[in-house]
């Protein structure tokens, strides 16, 4: 079993920066890949981004692509996003997850462990 936190969500204006933090609690997840998601209210969960687990590949939700960017440290046992020139639009809130077996990373199905959330608001 792999829990998750998150951290580092908050209220920030338009036009400005976030990390979020995900880490593992109680053991080492540098096996598995990582996806960001988040949930507006009223809307449903949608995929943001995803890393592998060795960190050599990447996806992006079109809507984030260059603006935010995931990383992790493996040593640390940690995954970052770090999200730049938030946008109102962007105020939901982001779940990490984890997975073993993936395709696409892009699907919630493929992801085996979730963390409770942390909000993020931007306001305009």
């Known amino acids: 079993q792999v829990q998750l936190v998150e951290s580092g969500g908050g209220l920030v204006q338009a036009g400005g920066s976030l990390r979020l933090s995900c880490a593992p609690s109680?053991?080492?997840?540098?096996?598995?890949?990582i996806g960001w998601f988040r949930q507006a209210p009223g809307k449903e969960r949608e995929f943001v981004t995803a890393?592998?687990?060795?960190?050599?590949?990447?996806s992006y939700a079109d809507s984030v692509k260059g603006r935010f960017t995931i990383s992790r440290d493996n040593a640390k046992n940690t995954v970052y996003l770090e999200m730049n020139s938030l946008k109102p639009e962007d105020t939901a809130v982001y779940y990490c997850?984890?997975?073993?077996?993936?395709?696409?990373?892009?699907?919630?199905?493929?992801?085996?462990?979730w963390g409770q959330g942390t909000q993020v608001t931007v306001s305009s």
């Open positions: 109680g053991r080492t997840f540098s096996s598995y890949f």
């Open positions: 997850a984890a997975g073993h077996h993936g395709g696409s990373y892009s699907n919630s199905f493929e992801y085996d462990y």
């Open positions: 890393i592998s687990w060795r960190g050599g590949s990447t």
